[in-house]
């Protein structure tokens, strides 16, 4: 762990803006006369962001533990619409005396090269008027996030959101899995039109924002704004191609397999079949409690390597753990670093199911990321870009996966390790579909709501295995995109989980020959952080940055052969 300066406690209560507000100042009118003292400036720069970043942290952790809760919702309130603007201007005028101070060029790049892009970028792309279009588009999102998030069908004559009842579409009933899908794409096609609205409103003050910072269409910006320094967009439709090319056949094979376990004739898989168990196969029961499961993932995680045994029982010990499913908490999962405590915070809803297993070794290795950079003093590098920060936890998705037999027995333990290694197949057209959709609308920002569908429809026609029979059904495919809430929310942010699952199974291929060096690369690579460009970041865990078509094609049949090889 780190050891601050005292610039600022680390104790320190933020209730108003203006608790920060002096630390801001004081940085502000700080005397930076050589590159020394602006060394000094930029951790305490670090530390001061850190200390915010970690009560924001729990305001949010909070509020997702008990959503009800008025106090919560209200701090939570609080930190985003009033603290965290007024911080971002105050930062904003912090980094341009950074970036502008006369010694900035001279810091030595070894240390602090990454920091120069990443502040001079996000310079490059301020600008006053978007702050405004900003604001107006998060308010859109939470307009989506409520149209979506409060929908909910009636089966069997009881209401459940959404999220239960696609737990239907896995039954071993067929009769039972069509009525949940039609009644989802129902609900769903219900309110494609507000949806449509919402989203074309969204699109023109993207559009607007992208001009105003000077580029000609807005999957550039955002493209710049990811600050995705090692690939072009080019790279990025390459990507999709080679998908298209070597994944789509396996994903075929993959269906086709799965059709054939239903007893489907060839012409009888249906859209409601996806996803169903065969008949006379229960789904699978890993564990009951979330004491159970926890138990298991220390066990699992200290037989990878001792200290990642320890960090969770760390966490343990400081109650950084929330698993159980509840009424009242918030859908999901995921892993929040506490940049003052060093520690991590996860947060699922376990309900004993086999993806609950996934997802805690998931959040595990995010956690060990956590841990791995707690020793670096800038915030600016221990917050990792999502490429890097998924190859961590996907990752450690597959290191596990030979040790989940501390769930299951022998039968079991090969199902699950086969449905996980298909699921990683059949995630990549879809990644492919909601990136290629994406670039499609922004660099066409004047089509028609019937053009984007048909658009749409064209990239299923390219990245589905084209075994389903939809007859009938043709509106719900074609408005297929509305499901995907990244598309609405967080544009372009999608493609990351392709490149990082490449990255993952890199470390996987290396772990099985090798996994002293596998493993010690995995610590030295998630010790960087952002410290230093991807590419080399992947370099140190002995793997390549790399997501052209012969490597895609490489892993798919390293993939294939896990799955020869795994037959019960
Ligand atoms: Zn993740």
Same mark, same amino acid.
């Given at each position: 762990m780190y050891?601050?300066?005292?610039?600022?406690?680390t104790?320190?209560?933020?209730?108003?803006?203006?608790?920060?507000?002096?630390?801001?100042?004081?940085?502000?009118?700080?005397?930076? $006369?050589?590159?020394?003292?602006? /060394?000094?400036?930029?951790?305490?720069?670090?530390?001061?962001?850190s200390?915010?970043h970690e009560q924001?942290a729990w305001?949010?952790i909070?509020?997702?533990?008990?959503?009800?809760?008025?106090?919560?919702? %209200?701090?939570?309130?609080?930190?985003?619409?009033?603290?965290?603007? !007024?911080?971002?201007?105050?930062?904003?005028?912090?980094?341009?005396?950074?970036?502008?101070?006369?010694?900035?060029?001279?810091?030595?790049?070894?240390?602090?090269?990454?920091?120069?892009?990443?502040?001079?970028? =996000?310079?490059?792309?301020?600008?006053?008027?978007?702050? =405004?279009?900003?604001?107006?588009?998060?308010?859109?999102?939470?307009?989506?996030?409520?149209?979506?998030?409060?929908?909910?069908?009636?089966?069997? /004559?009881?209401?459940?959101?959404?999220?239960?009842?696609?737990?239907?579409?896995?039954?071993?009933?067929?009769?039972?899995?069509?009525?949940?899908?039609?009644?989802?794409?129902?609900?769903?096609?219900?309110?494609?039109?507000?949806?449509?609205?919402?989203?074309?409103?969204?699109?023109?003050?993207?559009?607007?924002?992208?001009?105003?910072?000077?580029?000609?269409?807005?999957?550039?910006?955002?493209?710049?704004?990811?600050?995705?320094?090692?690939?072009?967009?080019?790279?990025?439709? %390459?990507?999709?191609?080679?998908?298209?090319?070597?994944?789509?056949?396996?994903?075929?094979?993959?269906?086709?397999?799965?059709?054939?376990?239903? /007893?489907?004739?060839?012409?009888?898989?249906?859209?409601?079949?996806?996803?169903?168990?065969?008949?006379?196969?229960?789904?699978?029961?890993?564990?009951?409690?979330?004491?159970?499961?926890l138990?298991?993932?220390v066990?699992?995680f200290?037989?990878?390597?001792?200290k990642f045994g320890e960090n969770l029982k760390a966490m343990k010990a400081a109650d950084l753990f929330d698993?159980?499913?509840?009424?009242?908490?918030?859908?999901?999962?995921y892993n929040y670093g506490l940049e003052t405590t060093g520690m991590p915070f996860i947060f699922?809803?376990?309900?004993?199911?086999?993806?609950?297993?996934?997802?805690?070794?998931?959040e595990g290795g995010h956690a060990m990321h956590t841990f791995l950079t707690n020793d670096e003093?800038?915030i600016?590098?221990r917050?990792?870009?999502?490429?890097?920060?998924?190859?961590?936890?996907?990752?450690?998705?597959?290191?596990?996966? !030979?040790?989940?037999?501390?769930?299951?027995?022998?039968? %079991?333990?090969?199902?699950?390790?086969?449905?996980?290694?298909?699921?990683?197949?059949?995630?990549?057209?879809?990644?492919?579909?909601?990136?290629?959709?994406?670039?499609?609308?922004?660099?066409?920002? $004047?089509?028609?709501? =019937?053009?984007?569908?048909?658009?749409?429809?064209?990239?299923?026609?390219?990245?589905?295995?084209?075994?389903?029979?939809?007859? /009938?059904?043709?509106?719900?495919?074609? $408005?297929?995109?509305?499901?995907?809430?990244?598309?609405?929310?967080?544009?372009?942010?999608?493609?990351?989980?392709?490149?990082?699952?490449?990255?993952?199974?890199?470390?996987?291929?290396?772990?099985?020959? $090798?996994?002293?060096?596998?493993?010690?690369?995995?610590?030295?690579?998630l010790?960087?952080?952002?410290?230093?460009?991807?590419? =080399?970041?992947?370099?140190?865990?002995?793997?390549?940055?790399?997501?052209?078509?012969?490597?895609?094609?490489?892993?798919?049949?390293?993939?294939?052969?896990?799955?020869? %090889?795994?037959?019960?």
């Open positions: 050891q601050p300066t005292n610039f600022i406690p104790d320190l209560t933020i209730n108003s803006w203006e608790d920060l507000k002096p630390y801001f100042d004081s940085l502000i009118s700080s005397k930076v $006369n050589d590159s020394e003292a602006l /060394g000094q400036l930029i951790l305490h720069y670090s530390e001061t962001l200390v915010f924001n305001s949010y909070n509020m997702s533990r008990e959503t009800t809760n008025q106090e919560y919702l %209200d701090r939570h309130e609080l930190f985003a619409t009033k603290i965290s603007p !007024e911080l971002e201007k105050a930062a904003n005028v912090v980094e341009k005396m950074i970036v502008n101070h006369p010694s900035f060029s001279d810091l030595p790049d070894a240390r602090f090269g990454q920091l120069k892009k990443k502040l001079r970028r =996000e310079l490059e792309l301020f600008r006053e008027e978007n702050v =405004e279009l900003s604001a107006e588009i998060s308010k859109l999102s939470t307009q989506y996030d409520q149209l979506t998030g409060g929908l909910t069908v009636t089966l069997d /004559g009881e209401e459940m959101p959404m999220p239960k009842a696609s737990v239907r579409l896995q039954s071993s009933d067929r009769a039972i899995r069509q009525e949940a899908w039609l009644a989802i794409s129902e609900k769903r096609y219900s309110v494609k039109e507000e949806a449509d609205r919402i989203y074309d409103d969204m699109l023109k003050l993207r559009v607007q924002t992208a001009k105003n910072a000077g580029y000609d269409n807005y999957r550039d910006f955002s493209h710049d704004q990811h600050q995705r320094f090692d690939y072009t967009p080019q790279d990025a439709v %390459d990507f999709q191609n080679a998908i298209e090319e070597h994944i789509v056949p396996l994903a075929k094979k993959i269906g086709e397999s799965h059709r054939d376990k239903l /007893g489907l004739a060839k012409d009888d898989y249906r859209p409601w079949d996806g996803a169903g168990e065969p008949e006379g196969q229960e789904a699978l029961k890993p564990f009951k409690t979330g004491t159970e499961l138990e298991h993932a066990n699992i200290s037989e990878i390597h001792p698993l159980e499913s509840r009424k009242g908490k918030a859908p999901g999962g699922m809803n376990a309900a004993g199911t086999h993806r609950d297993v996934v997802t805690m070794c998931h003093p800038m600016h590098y917050d990792t870009p999502s490429e890097m920060a998924e190859t961590a936890s996907m990752s450690m998705e597959l290191l596990t996966a !030979e040790l989940w037999s501390k769930f299951y027995n022998q039968k %079991d333990h090969i199902r699950a390790r086969r449905e996980h290694l298909e699921g990683i197949i059949s995630f990549f057209p879809w990644c492919a579909t909601v990136d290629a959709f994406q670039h499609w609308v922004y660099l066409n920002p $004047n089509h028609t709501s =019937e053009e984007r569908d048909a658009y749409f429809d064209e990239l299923n026609g390219r990245f589905t295995s084209g075994l389903v029979k939809w007859d /009938g059904y043709d509106h719900f495919r074609r $408005n297929g995109w509305q499901r995907q809430l990244h598309i609405f929310g967080m544009p372009f942010y999608y493609v990351e989980y392709g490149i990082a699952q490449l990255g993952a199974l890199q470390v996987y291929r290396l772990y099985k020959q $090798n996994p002293e060096a596998a493993l010690e690369g995995y610590i030295k690579g010790s960087l952080g952002s410290s230093k460009p991807l590419p =080399e970041v992947w370099e140190a865990m002995g793997i390549k940055f790399d997501f052209s078509a012969e490597t895609l094609k490489e892993l798919v049949a390293f993939v294939q052969q896990e799955l020869n %090889d795994l037959q019960d």
